[in-house]
């Protein structure tokens, strides 16, 4: 039976729940299951993923290892592909799996897939291009593949497991990028966490003085705030603080007004819990229509000033 | 300090996407193409080092047909010194790796003391490029990096984490950098640097001449697309139809019925 490999991640001292993910993916791929967990003092973690699905857990204890560093894990996670003699290695897409895993690719000669939604007989892997507006079916031709996974994509695997542990030995000495500190999000300024309704504005928009101009005055007729798509931020005419995603704030608001936003995944992740999502934008294709209840393909130059004055008048 | 930086150039962002005639790709005959922009930035980056230090050598690569050389004049007319394109139909086909291969050559020729990229492209979302390259030139590298301050030894990089979080990391020369929108604001081509940009050196390749025979390209990929396609629509949302009034009187009927009006 075909060797994989699961790189499990810690969070706040545990095992983080994307890597039970990767278990369930494993699982669906099919194969003897092997994982690797990097740290230092995760003796007790390890123990953990290997009593809940993830196989036999090679342990790279070392002091060295405390923070991430791409060096030290991508020599790790070699050796423990060594070890297990794995055909498979599988990452979740995330800060440390978009970071290092195709540079373990590159040095496996190894196939690479970058965040897989899910997997199908083949095995081919199917994942989102050109900003969501596509899927591929990606099949490797033979031998080794990397993958990452997309986090969330599947159910995370909570059964059990007969798995052990082994102290794996990797010696890194060396190791040139160092680990200076983290940061956390500063909050200041806007917590569009705790608005009941989010009136936000993407690349559609166009200008900054279009802000203030168009999308405020909803927001504020409505009781609401102004958020906005990474593009906008990235352009400067927003600050971070307005930014709705993966990378800015993520919201759940009763009402979820999306102007001018295509629609791609890391924003998505930032507002598709909202309780009601309204898109209006000129492309029928965008997928924000996907994740939206009430959508509206037209020009949102005409669409939101209308509907402001309404919004004005019905509360009189 | 000499500087690569490396570029793709990328279906426009509005560009209709249509599957080409086997369905493994869109049909790039007719729609509009523009430098990656995430490795717009990535230029922004190098151009600043230069600013701050004219000695710097900023060398802009790109691999592609015909219509990648206007990708490296406006990068050239943007300021950079000079650009190499690799040009070769026995690179098509290539995957990540082969693409990460074209451009060490080009790297091992260059002798950067920093890589600088975007973090992905807009087309393919993979960020596979990056890290392969920094593995292939043994240097060390980061990935989102939303801020590089240049010191003596190397660069001291803030990565982009999840929810807003920021990790700081020290990295020495040579090593790579793949940056993540946002981190400074790109600038635009001058007519006098447009001008000017006529002149610079644009260095065409083959794979052959970067000693690359049978090392990329369709038959050395190690993973294909299959297939490209439309995601499958879930139920989507109810489009509303009519005139403006009639969507926004339906609109405003919606946001009552959800007591929020």
Not at chain 1, 150 to 163: C, D, I, K, R, Y
Not at chain 2, 83 to 98: F, M, N, P, Q, R
Request: net charge negative; hydrophobic share 45%.
């Amino acid at each position: 039976m075909a060797s994989i490999l699961l790189v499990a991640e810690l969070q706040k001292g545990a095992i983080r729940e994307a890597s039970y993910e990767l278990v369930a993916f494993a699982k669906k791929l099919g194969g003897d299951l092997h994982s690797v967990v990097l740290g230092s003092g995760i003796a007790g973690e390890a123990e953990a993923l290997a009593k809940r699905g993830g196989g036999k857990v090679y342990v790279c204890d070392d002091a060295a290892l405390a923070n991430y560093n791409v060096d030290g894990w991508a020599k790790a996670v070699r050796a423990a592909a060594d070890a297990s003699g794995a055909e498979t290695v599988l990452f979740s897409n995330t800060p440390v799996g978009w970071d290092v895993a195709a540079r373990v690719a590159a040095g496996l000669d190894a196939a690479f897939v970058s965040d897989a939604f899910d997997v199908r007989p083949g095995p081919v892997f199917v994942r989102r291009i050109f900003n969501g507006k596509l899927d591929a079916e990606v099949a490797p031709v033979a031998g080794k593949v990397v993958v990452t996974v997309q986090p969330g994509a599947l159910a995370a695997f909570e059964g059990t497991g007969s798995g052990s542990t082994e102290r794996l030995s990797v010696d890194l000495s060396g190791l040139r990028a160092k680990f200076v500190e983290t940061k956390v999000a500063s909050s200041k300024g806007v917590d569009l966490t705790k608005a009941e309704i989010i009136v936000s504005g993407g690349r559609g928009v166009g200008a900054p003085e279009k802000f203030p101009e168009v999308i405020q005055p909803l927001a504020s007729a409505l009781g609401g705030a102004m958020g906005a798509s990474r593009p906008v931020v990235d352009a400067g005419w927003l600050p971070h603080e307005y930014q709705v995603g993966s990378s800015g704030q993520v919201v759940t608001p009763k009402l979820y007004i999306a102007c001018g936003i295509s629609g791609a995944i890391q924003h998505l992740v930032g507002m598709k819990g909202s309780n009601y999502i309204i898109a209006i934008n000129k492309d029928a294709d965008a997928p924000i229509f996907e994740v939206a209840q009430l959508g509206v393909v037209g020009d949102l130059f005409e669409i939101v000033p209308k509907l402001t004055a309404a919004v004005k008048t019905a509360k009189g | 300090m000499k500087i690569l930086v490396c570029l793709k150039q990328v279906p426009h962002q509005d560009a209709r996407l249509d599957l080409n005639a086997d369905g493994s790709w869109i049909k790039e005959d007719g729609i509009k193409f523009e430098i990656n922009s995430y490795d717009t930035f990535a230029l922004e980056e190098a151009l600043r080092i230069k600013d701050a230090d004219p000695t710097s050598e900023v060398v802009v690569a790109s691999i592609g047909p015909d219509r990648v050389t206007q990708a490296l004049r406006t990068a050239l007319g943007m300021g950079a010194d000079r650009a190499v394109h690799v040009k070769d139909a026995a690179v098509d086909g290539s995957d990540s790796l082969g693409i990460a291969r074209v451009l060490a050559a080009i790297a091992t020729e260059v002798g950067p003391d920093v890589v600088l990229m975007g973090l992905m492209s807009e087309d393919n979302n993979a960020s596979a490029v990056p890290p392969m390259l920094a593995e292939l030139m043994g240097v060390p590298h980061a990935t989102a990096v939303v801020k590089a301050d240049k010191g003596a030894a190397g660069f001291r990089v803030e990565r982009e984490l999840e929810g807003g979080a920021l990790e700081v990391v020290d990295l020495p020369l040579p090593c790579l950098l793949a940056v993540q929108t946002g981190l400074n604001q790109v600038r635009y081509a001058s007519l006098k640097g447009i001008m000017a940009a006529k002149k610079k050196p644009l260095d065409v390749k083959t794979a052959e001449a970067l000693g690359l025979t049978g090392k990329v390209g369709a038959g050395a990929a190690k993973a294909t697309i299959r297939k490209v396609y439309h995601p499958p629509k879930g139920e989507g949302a109810e489009i509303l139809s009519g005139s403006a009034d009639e969507v926004v009187a339906k609109l405003v009927g919606k946001i009552k019925e959800l007591g929020l009006l």
